[in-house]
């Protein structure tokens, strides 16, 4: 294993949860609409029986669509219990089959229901240095994944590469606080701030630490009123930020090309801003190595996915999918192991890795029992 740089990614394998059994609440709207409009219809069906001349016939029609009538109130039934689940707890979807797995876009307008495999990969072979099973996005996975890496490794720093689906400040802090040098791509401009020429982008504006001011390239100063807010984003971390703008804005000659807006242009700056900065700019100086990340991490998964064809997995729950999963990536570092030393050398490693193992094991033993009830330890 390379212990100085790995790369971080997740990918998407199906759940034991057919997207039919995955209710979030628009779906729930939808379905309840719906037996709503059908009730209405059959209401309609039993008017126009008892309006019927032939009283047998309409008899017999008047039952088959009570009987459908009572279905459809099982189903609403059902429908109102899952929207009530929704309401109590935290979760934004349900599944009935695998209640832990949950629906996720896999690429474009495509979603399945699945789990969302997380995996640091070393930079030298490919070889997975950790892994965990998770049912979430991969913007809070970072700085964990990471940790367990490390401690993997046994190294007290190391650098990461991930893409821009984990670049969250808050995650960028933590790293850097547990050791973690991060490259991680950051999100594209937003529509808004394509508008703007690229000479009065954000970056173009010169923060000032001391006196907690921006100057703009025409060398207007941008102060703040102190006051922080908090920004919601759903799916991801809350932060609090600050606003800077000045008056200057007002008269200048080139406001068109700074803002859309009709009033100041304004500078919004995150609590994890210097964090951030410092991420974008080791990315945007090691273009090369960044490259190197799709190559890094995406070997296991082409392998495992593509290869093996592990695209779903066979068991239910977290826990489970977690313990399939860790068989398969053994399997693949066994595999990747033999095309790097070949079957002799591994057979050789391992075979002195046993008896280290049973060194130290003997060790133990002693130190804990004495050397009387090393061989009846040994046995049991």
Same mark, same amino acid.
């Given at each position: 294993?390379?212990?100085?740089l $790995? ?5 998407? $394998? ?8 995955? !209710?979030?609440?628009?779906?729930i709207?939808k379905?309840?609409? +719906? ?17 019927a ?14 009987? %459908? ?24 979807? @349900? ?11 896999? %690429? ?47 190294? %007290? ?31 594209d ?20 630490? $001391? ?29 609090? !930020? ?11 000659? @080139? ?11 304004? $500078?919004?700056?995150?609590? +994890?801003?210097?964090v ?13 190595? !960044? ?18 064809? +592990? ?17 398969? !990536?053994t ?50």
């Amino acid at each position: 294993f390379s212990n100085e740089l $790995i790369a971080v990614d997740g990918t998407k $394998i199906r759940a034991q949860n057919n997207n039919k059994n995955n !209710f979030n609440e628009a779906r729930i709207k939808k379905h309840l609409t +719906y037996i709503d409009n059908k009730a209405e219809s059959y209401i309609r069906e039993l008017n126009d029986c008892d309006m019927a001349e032939d009283k047998q016939a309409s008899e017999l029609k008047k039952k088959e669509v009570h009987q %459908k009538m009572e279905a459809l109130k099982q189903r609403k039934q059902k429908y109102e219990q899952l929207k009530t689940e929704l309401t109590k707890g935290e979760a934004t979807q @349900v599944s009935l089959t695998d209640p832990e797995s949950r629906s996720v876009k896999l %690429k474009d307008n495509i979603a399945e229901v699945a789990y969302n495999i997380q995996a640091a990969t070393d930079s030298k072979h490919s070889l997975i240095a950790e892994f965990d099973t998770i049912n979430v996005n991969d913007q809070n996975q970072l700085s964990g994944m990471a940790s367990k890496a490390m401690e993997a490794l046994e190294v %007290k720093q190391i650098t990461v590469l991930a893409d821009k689906g984990y670049h969250v400040g808050k995650q960028l802090l933590i790293c850097r606080e547990q050791g973690v040098t991060t490259l991680v791509a950051y999100p594209d401009r937003t529509p808004r701030s394509n508008q703007i020429d690229p000479a009065y982008q954000t970056d173009q504006f010169a923060y000032d630490l $001391i006196n907690d001011t921006y100057t703009c390239p025409e060398g207007a100063i941008l102060t703040t009123n102190n006051t922080v807010n908090q920004k919601i984003r759903k799916g991801r971390t809350t932060y609090l !930020f600050k606003t800077y703008g000045t008056k200057q804005c007002k008269g200048c000659p @080139v406001k068109s090309l700074c803002t859309s807006a009709k009033g100041p242009r304004q $500078i919004e700056r995150s609590q +994890y801003q210097e964090v951030i900065d410092e991420n974008n700019k080791r990315v945007n100086n090691n273009a090369e190595l !960044f490259k190197k990340r799709q190559q890094i991490v995406e070997h296991p998964f082409g392998t495992v996915k593509r290869g093996w064809g +592990y695209n779903y997995t066979l068991l239910r729950s977290i826990k489970k999918v977690n313990g399939e999963v860790a068989i398969i !990536f053994t399997m693949y570092n066994l595999r990747r192991s033999i095309t790097i030393l070949d079957v002799p050398e591994l057979i050789n490693r391992l075979r002195k890795w046993k008896l280290a193992f049973y060194s130290l094991k003997k060790a133990l033993i002693r130190a804990l029992f004495g050397n009387r009830n090393i061989e009846m330890c040994l046995r049991a």
